[in-house]
């Protein structure tokens, strides 16, 4: 005992102290002090105490750390527990670190910051992560059979039932004497004895004292043992177990070994016997818990941890390993680690302390050798391999033995994917003698050709690209970062993200990239981060990039490119105009990732546009300028490779013109134009064999090429070649024909055809036709009128207000009267669609009479020939503003009064007359004159208002051809409508 309590004092743990005194006390004392003998069975006076919370004097007092250790898991003590808190939390809910986690648990050790500085990586001590069911009590009750050797001791509690001739069943327990006494029979020895060996001798003796009798035994519940938990654990202190409890129970109990406690040389004291055990045995599956079973007055001792080594690289389980002795073999140690994940071709490596405690490195280590106290093994693929990434069938790492040259590799059946493309790959390589990694551009068909080959070296990165690949050099993303603008995809990203959040201030849930958004003023946070407040233990290796990489697949990760910040994400930030930030302009995290774009976004930003100036070229239009544009996600091997794709850039030639895909394709200096004329798909069937343009960096053209020319001829970067399109004889769409022709329909249409062509092809015209009063529309004047319309909108609206605010008296009085008619023609200047409507002649007579009348058409024209009408039509200001029959030698004031009359508001002096081939001509009516203008059926007559209330106006005039043109458009409407 003695021993114990120096050891208990020396590991400096005023708990193990603590529990050590309860020991001695435990000794000295006899046993019927703590424990009564009742007639209905014992009351433990020591756990009733810890219970009731009293002192020998009757005064209550809280638990001490004494009796909670003892106490279990202090369910019974605790009973203010917070909800929070797992029932088997045995700490203090008044420490500020209940609630926190085990910082010290998450935070990495002393040993494990030295194992990863020396190794580069993050490494963790092996085993000390083992959990067990803390909820254990003296009350326990065991659940299933009991074997039978387990091993009978003072306070356990037998069942046993006999049938036969006495029919009985007694609860009874193995008294201090080690016996069990049953009625009307001899005592039987139990104590210390197996429980099968005891249960046959008590069956043997049943049968001897009664006839005909069958003895069934069971345990009902088991004693309690009292375990004394020492040195590098967490919670040290005397800890009360069943005795079915093993030493794994104990050390849970004490929340556990410290990374600075052994778990190979712990040892249980078990009377003078030292029975050591290597938890690794348990960890690794080749010794089970039931050969770890405490007795009552054990004590586990924890020593401090001994010699260690650790293992990385592509291992089952990397980590930090201790070590029995101060060396080991090689390949225990590996085994250790659950072996290498591949079966052969490693190359280890071990890190070796010298004197003076710095690395030394003992390279391709044989598997004979020795490992002592302080190495780091790393399990590497060898030096002397290249790896094979990108479009390839079978990726991943190759030996210089088998593939020495860029051709073997290429020579392997079924090595590269569909659509690669062949006219540049690129070997990620290191110098060997600065170890500095740089791209070499190779041509991929000369390779397989023969007529070129690459010798490769250790650690080489052959990239083959594909199709998909090279055509994102062309897309909108690329070209906008050219241009020094913010790429499609990240203002879409950005756009979303804004909308999202605006939606979450309404109210509304959303999902905002991956983080659930809670609406604004619910409960708890509005925004879930993915990493949780508290953890900062394993801030010491987040912060330092070399620590924080993960290194799953060294095939998939370059090495020593960009540090090692290909591993992690590479969002780009977009910008969203907020006036309410100081600068007008607010940053926004997007979703997209891409390091080759921000690779090309830095250069661009230095104003080095120039050197990708042929890769600006081909789709350098603004995505403003079109309505499709194309936008595609940025292919891995950009991203894995950021400094590739201003690589590619600087290789690019421009192919333009008739081929399958124009584009941006980089090759090597000396390619062959047929290689790249295969990679972009051939020429159209539109394109001109013979009118082939190539021209080369220095501005140097040669034009009138053939195809095969082309093809015998060699490109390099900065070339330009555009393969021109055939004269086409045939315009691109069609004119269309609709209602008095013999056949109306759509028609393509030759270069150069002109009307009187077309009235031939659709046979004329019907003897109903109406040729005068025929509509004909073309698109380049309809949007022509679309945009005056417009602007002619916009003028009116910005010059009402400043009118209306520099007019005074009667001026401002007619403003007011004018300003609803002024705003209804604003909206009807917006939402009239224009037609577009030229004045023709399509008579075929008066064609053939008059050759200057006969027009060349365009794709788009629409020509539209009426019935002969029987109507006038009369619109303005009258009374009833309709369509009248059609009288001859009526004058324009006979139409007016059929219409009602002119109103009060009417201006007749200025009425029109539209004809019905959209001509208008003023009908010049007055007081004494009612128009000499002959009105043909079909005409519109136009009776303006007077502008009379529009004099503050400057654009009076103005305001009367508006409504002239959009009478006009009504009417032209009118008859294609009707057609």
Known sequence: MRRVFKGAVAGRHLRSGLACAALLVSAVMPGMAQTVELSEGSLDLQRLQGQLGQRGDGTQSAPSTLDRSRGGNGVDNWLNMPPSQTQFDTRDPRDLAVGQGDLSQRQPSPLEQQYSRRGGRKLE??????????????????????????????????????????????????DREGRVVLPNMAPVSAAGRPFGAFRDDLTAQAQAAFLQTNVFVSVGSVRSIGVLVTGEVKAPGRYTLTSFSSLIDAL???????????LRLVRILRGDKSIPVDLYEVLLGTRTVNDLRLQDGDQIVVPAIGDTVAVQGDVVRPGIYELKSSEAGLSGVLELAGGAQRARGNRIDILRLDKSGRNQIIRDAASTAKVLAGDILSVELPRDAIALEGAAERPGGRGLGQSKTLRDVLNEPYILSSNPYLPLAVIDTEDPATRQRRYIPVDLQRVMDGAMNVTL???????VLSQADIRYLGSADVQAVLRGEQPPSVKLAVDRTVTNEKLAMAGAAVNLGGDEVAPQGAQGSVRRDRTQPGMTGSSTYEGRDRYAVQQQDRDEQPEGREGDGTSRQRR?????????????VRLVESDVECGGLQTLAALASEGLQQRYAVALRTGSRKSADTPVIDIRSCPKVFHRHPDLLPFLLEYAISIEGEVRFPGVYPVVPGAKAESVMRAVGGVTLDADSNAVEMTNVAGERVGSLSLGQLNQSTLNPGDVVRVSARVAKREVGVVKVAGEVVRPGRYDIKRGERLSELLRRVDGLTPEAYPYGAVF????VREAEEAGFRRAALELEQSIPSVLASTSGQEAEQARQALPFLQSLIASLKSTRAVGRVVVEVDPTVLAARPEMDFVLEPGDELTIPKRPSHVTVSGEVLNPSSVMFKSGKAARDYIKLAGGETSAAEVSDAFVIYPNGESEPL???RFSDGSVPIPPGSTIVVPRDPQPFNFLSLTRTVVGLVSDLALAAASLAVISRN
């Open 924 to 926: 010049r009516m007055g």
């Open 777 to 780: 529309t073309r698109v380049r």
């Open 252 to 262: 849970s109990q004490a929340n556990g070994i410290q990374k600075t406690g052994s």
């Open 457 to 463: 070296r250790e650690r080489d990165r052959v990239i």
């Open 572 to 584: 780009l930030i977009g910008t969203y105009a907020d006036p309410q930030s100081p600068t007008g």
């Open 125 to 174: 001590q092996f085993g000390y992560d083992l959990r067990a069911d803390r909820r254990l009590t003296a009350t326990s009750l065991l659940n299933g059979a009991v074997p039978d050797d387990y091993v009978l001791g003072i306070g356990d509690e037998l069942v046993v039932t006999l049938r036969g001739q006495v029919n009985s069943t007694t609860s009874v327990r193995v």
